[in-house]
């Protein structure tokens, strides 16, 4: 047999139906699609007439779109420069060729780029998806015949002559059976909403314009009011609360990104909610779902983020990653930590009081962006248990004065629930030591990522076990207890701790007399697989603490002189149990039993 050679020939009738399936995810874009290229339309005729190439009226230039329930149609009508029966063929027929593209070679110049919306050539045919059939009746700004082209989504078309007088276009749709859901006015007027909220054309539904054409973002920073402001938030979230501040993104070079990212009262039971972002391009809503441009702890923010340069795919519904997308990020980031640093620099109490808020966010930032934590240091804030806020640097300077062990690394102290700690922490106060609280979802990661950051520094919570022996400075006094009374003490002690540590120690007298410390590290596990919502590996952990005797303390006095044995266990048992209580230690049997037998001694 003779070698041939050929190429492999493509069925165009084929293709169509590829096209309308498989190309866009989601039928209801077929209403984004049309609006834009009537927006395209009008835009390009507004260029023209600035350029002095069209110097006719340009008159009201309202994009409408109207729905005609009997004859089962769709109309969109422009305004715009129109099409002559030759740019049909040329830009409707020709799939894939698109007319926004060789107008914007023609025309490059760079400020403009950003008004036009189509790019791919394909977004006409996303009109099939719904419609069975559809029309274009058009007239050129030139001086051109008005034109008539109808295709029912196979690949043949007729075209012809139109009787139609005025410029512009209507783009007749004929809904197909399957979607006469979108001839319902409250559907479409829904849709619309959606994509066309923002649209720079007005767009008329019903008799009313649906968009604003003038969002905050599109505007100079100089024109606008906090008022301003606060009413587009208002206008995005009608039942949000409203926002601490906000920033303004205005950038041309190298990439193309405005928008306006609000920063939100954030409560401390914080449920992430990342669908608070609108990403726009060139004004044409695209998704909610910003996961891909914004770095994680930005989608806390809300607002709108509009850029021409965010890589769509054909269906626009989904990102891909690239480097633009990628300067996209760090340019937020740096752009959100500014606006923080200028917020605390300029008025620092302000910061303060809104750190609550800001906090979170900040911790989320430094735990898991490297670059933003460098960004960042500087204003992050500490707050100690008195409600004063310490910068790292700050803190730093405090605890070399009083907080360190004997290696010379600095200790803070922290604690995590003030109530519960509170003897605890009025102990290290007696010390005059400083106590940090750290009390939101994130500070365990957040302590890790500041330990990892600063050398020789390090935090314990203020009842961990190496509490007095880290810091060089106590109050221990002469213990009161000889050692025979010590021997006694432990001894009895050790008979309820089973593998725990007793510890007899001589503190002031006011101190508690029995309390439970715990290991630092096993803390941290303890909170790390809360913040992770499991029990798993590190809630099975056994606990394991050690028991702090105060051997100074009257009622431990009284134990070690006690003669009766059972007088002796029962006291150092109700002891213990009231340790374990305030630690939140003591349940099940064990409380049932303690609680019984308080309520037999009264
Ligand atoms: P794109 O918008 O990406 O160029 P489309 O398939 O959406 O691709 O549209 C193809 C071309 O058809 C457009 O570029 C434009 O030249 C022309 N066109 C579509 N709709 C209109 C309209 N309403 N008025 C004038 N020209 C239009
Ligand atoms: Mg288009």
């Known amino acids: 047999m003779v070698t041939e050679k050929g190429t492999i020939s493509i069925n165009t009738e084929n293709i169509f139906p590829i096209i309308k399936k498989f190309l866009y995810s989601d039928?209801?874009?077929?209403?984004?699609?049309?609006?834009?290229?009537?927006?395209?339309?009008t835009q390009k005729l507004k260029k023209l007439s600035s350029l002095g190439q069209f110097d006719g009226e340009l008159g009201d230039l309202k994009i409408k779109v109207s729905v005609d329930k009997e004859n089962k149609t769709i109309t969109i009508s422009d305004k715009g420069l129109g099409m002559t029966a030759d740019e049909i063929k040329k830009y409707i027929n020709q799939i894939a060729f698109s007319g926004a593209k060789e107008f914007l070679e023609k025309y490059k110049d760079e400020s403009d780029k950003t008004q036009i919306i189509g790019q791919f050539g394909l977004g006409f045919y996303s009109a099939y998806m719904v419609a069975k059939e559809v029309e274009i009746i058009t007239k050129?700004?030139?001086?051109?015949?008005?034109?008539?082209?109808?295709?029912?989504?196979?690949?043949?078309?007729?075209?012809?002559?139109?009787?139609?007088?005025?410029?512009?276009?209507?783009?007749?749709?004929?809904?197909?059976?399957?979607?006469?859901?979108?001839?319902?006015?409250?559907?479409l007027e829904q849709i619309l909403e959606?994509?066309?909220?923002?649209?720079?054309?007005?767009i008329e539904f019903n008799e009313k314009v649906i968009n604003n054409p003038n969002p905050v973002w599109v505007k100079p920073p100089s024109e606008l009011t906090d008022e301003d402001y606060l009413a587009f938030y208002k206008e995005l979230?009608?039942?949000?609360?409203?926002?601490?501040?906000?920033?303004?993104?205005?950038?041309?070079?190298?990439?193309?990104?405005?928008?306006?990212?609000?920063?939100?009262?954030?409560?401390?039971?914080?449920?992430l909610n990342r669908e608070k972002i609108q990403l726009y391009s060139r004004q044409v809503f695209i998704t909610d779902d910003v996961k891909d441009v914004v770095p994680e702890f930005l989608?806390?923010?809300?607002?709108?983020?509009?850029?021409?340069?965010?890589?769509?795919?054909?269906?626009?519904?989904?990102?891909?990653?690239d480097g633009n997308?990628?300067?996209?990020?760090?340019?937020?980031?740096?752009?959100?930590?500014?606006?923080?640093?200028?917020?605390?620099?300029?008025?620092?109490?302000?910061?303060?009081d809104k750190w609550e808020s800001i906090g979170l966010f900040v911790k989320y930032g430094v735990i898991s962006d490297e670059k933003f934590y460098d960004r960042a240091k500087d204003f992050i804030l500490l707050k100690n248990v008195d409600d004063q806020y310490f910068t790292i640097e700050e803190y730093k300077t405090k605890l070399e004065a009083n907080q360190k062990d004997k290696d010379g690394n600095l200790v803070g102290l922290y604690a995590s629930d003030k109530a519960k700690q509170d003897a605890y922490i009025s102990g290290a106060k007696k010390r005059e030591f400083d106590v940090i609280i750290f009390d939101d979802v994130l500070?365990?990661?957040?302590?890790?990522?500041?330990?990892?950051?600063?050398?020789?520094?390090?935090?314990?919570?203020?009842?961990?076990?190496?509490?007095?022996?880290?810091?060089?400075?106590g109050l221990k006094s002469e213990s009161v207890l000889s050692e025979d009374e010590k021997k006694k003490v432990e001894e009895t002690f050790k008979e309820l701790v089973g593998t725990n540590i007793v510890q007899i120690e001589a503190l002031p007298t006011d101190e508690l007399p029995v309390s439970i410390v715990m290991p630092e590290f096993m803390r941290r596990w303890q909170d790390m697989s809360k913040v992770n919502g499991q029990a798993g590996m590190f809630g099975s952990m056994p606990v394991t603490y050690n028991l702090v005797v105060n051997g100074n303390h009257p009622l431990i006095g009284k134990i070690a002189n006690e003669e009766n044995e059972e007088v002796r266990k029962s006291l150092s048992k109700q002891l213990h149990d009231l340790a374990l209580l305030s630690q939140g230690m003591l349940s099940g049997n064990d409380l049932t039993r303690f609680i019984e037998r308080t309520v037999g001694t009264l």
């Not at 139109?162 to 979108?182: C, K, N, P, Q, V």
């Not at 959606?194 to 007005?202: A, R, T």
């Open 140 to 187: 050129s700004y030139q001086d051109a015949p008005a034109a008539r082209w109808i295709c029912d989504g196979s690949t043949a078309f007729e075209i012809s002559e139109s009787d139609r007088t005025e410029r512009g276009t209507d783009i007749i749709l004929h809904i197909a059976e399957d979607s006469e859901e979108f001839l319902e006015e409250s559907k």
């Open 237 to 271: 979230y009608p039942y949000g609360e409203d926002p601490l501040f906000w920033i303004h993104l205005n950038v041309d070079y190298p990439f193309n990104l405005t928008g306006v990212l609000y920063f939100p009262k954030i409560k401390k039971d914080f449920q």
């Open 27 to 41: 039928n209801e874009i077929f209403l984004r699609e049309l609006v834009s290229n009537a927006v395209d339309a």
């Open 443 to 473: 500070d365990s990661h957040f302590i890790n990522t500041i330990e990892s950051k600063i050398e020789k520094f390090s935090f314990k919570r203020v009842d961990a076990d190496t509490f007095e022996k880290l810091i060089d400075k």
């Open 299 to 321: 989608q806390l923010l809300h607002g709108v983020i509009d850029s021409p340069d965010i890589p769509l795919n054909v269906s626009r519904s989904y990102l891909q990653a």
């Open 325 to 352: 997308v990628k300067r996209i990020n760090s340019h937020i980031t740096k752009k959100v930590a500014d606006k923080l640093h200028e917020l605390f620099n300029n008025d620092r109490k302000a910061f303060e």
């Open 194 to 202: 959606k994509y066309g909220k923002f649209l720079p054309v007005e």
